[in-house]
């Protein structure tokens, strides 16, 4: 008994073989030119977002409102990070879900902690800039690490 093998090429390598096929390499850098008007795009959404996140840490709420106010923390880092990720921000991205565990933990603990805050709001602005190299901008996100871990995590 013998057994004969038949390789079946998929479509995939039919079509990139064709005339007019395309290789993944320039189809990801078509991508890229195509979205390149929506980065501008999002780069504004995110610098307003910084914006508005600066005003709301610069006026923290006491008492009642200030559950409230923690969650427009939590939403503005999350529009930060959602808005910023396609576009190969990692950093900015884990800055900003770093924020957004920071600004949970003092919600669920009902404390007010501003200074972590502060230094979150003005890490997510340093790392928006990129002008650092990738050592600092991975210094920052350490630094923004264990600001995070001072804070206690509350009971689940």
């Avoid at 190299?133 to 995070?148: E, I, M, T």
């Amino acid at each position: 008994m013998s057994v004969n093998w038949i390789m079946r090429r998929s479509r995939l390598s039919k079509l990139v073989n064709q005339p007019g096929g395309v290789t993944v390499g320039k189809a990801l850098a078509e991508a890229a030119r195509h979205t390149e008007e929506f980065r501008v795009e999002a780069m504004a959404v995110v610098a307003a977002a910084l914006d508005e996140l600066d005003g709301v840490v610069a006026a923290p709420q006491a008492g009642e409102g200030r559950q409230a106010w923690l969650e427009r923390i939590y939403f503005l880092a999350t529009r930060i990070s959602d808005t910023a990720g396609p576009f190969g921000y990692e950093d900015l991205c884990a800055a900003a879900l770093s924020l957004c565990e920071l600004a949970d933990r003092q919600q669920r603990a009902s404390a007010l902690d501003l200074p972590p805050l502060k230094v979150h709001a003005a890490a997510l602005r340093l790392l928006m800039s990129g002008d650092q190299p990738p050592a600092a901008r991975k210094a920052v996100l350490a630094g923004l690490s264990q600001v995070v871990d001072r804070m206690p995590k509350p009971a689940a």
